[in-house]
Antibody
């Protein structure tokens, strides 16, 4: 059974850093395309970042240069390193498995809440 | 950019409902639909414009190509009241529509 479990969300001050984790089971992260998607309170979904099985990475304009997606193959875990956090980064962050390139997110985690506030 | 309409919709159990999504340029058939219930993660309904994700009831269907797409629910059930999002995956900068909140009339 495919499962994704996010962790690492917290209350953090503006300008701070945080690393989110997404532990996967039932499949191999490194063999798949993986994404992060976020949702600000009461708002819609916003795609954040994508990592290919090849290791290529892509970012939304709103986070490029501040966020880094990565994975640890030995732990079968996906990460999102978030630096220079802003109030507008406050959101529930979901990790998702992609069906393939230019495809859809077929499995989602339950989400982890990041709150950026002083 | 993805534009969904309507942004909200009131309907009754048994109604046929259509939600539309328009892309700012052609995205071929790289269009997906998701359902999200309050406090829950989104779930995939339709991928590649018209392919039904496994386990999704057949009352859900998708159509379209190029820039114009539709999600149709043929006969609304109580569990279908939720928010629906389209998403383009034509480019590596994936984008979602703003969502359609489907409410009980």
């Amino acid at each position: 059974e495919v499962q994704l479990v996010e962790s690492g969300g917290d209350l953090i001050q503006p300008g701070g850093s945080l690393r989110l984790s997404c532990a996967a089971s039932g499949f191999t992260v490194s063999n798949n395309y993986m994404s992060w998607v976020r949702q600000a309170p009461g708002k819609g979904l916003e795609w954040v970042s994508l990592i290919y099985s090849s290791g290529s990475t892509y970012y939304a304009d709103s986070v490029r240069g501040r966020f880094t997606i990565s994975r640890d193959n030995s732990k079968n875990t996906l990460y999102l390193q978030m630096n220079s956090l802003r109030a507008e980064d406050t959101a529930v962050y979901y990790c998702a498995r992609d069906r393939g390139p230019y495809s859809s997110h077929d499995y989602w985690g339950q989400g982890t809440l990041v709150t950026v506030s002083s | 950019q993805m534009t969904q309409s309507p942004s909200s919709l009131s309907a009754s159990v048994g109604d046929r409902v259509t939600i539309t999504c328009r892309a700012s340029q052609s995205i071929s058939r790289h269009l997906n639909w998701y359902q999200q219930k309050p406090g829950k993660a989104p779930s995939l309904l339709i991928y590649a414009a018209s392919s039904l994700q496994g386990g999704v009831p057949s009352r859900f269907s998708g159509s379209g190509s190029g820039a114009d797409f539709t999600l149709t629910i043929s006969s609304l059930q109580p569990e279908d009241f939720a928010t629906y999002y389209c998403q383009q995956t034509f480019s590596t900068l994936y984008t979602f529509g703003q969502g359609t909140n489907l409410e009980i009339k």
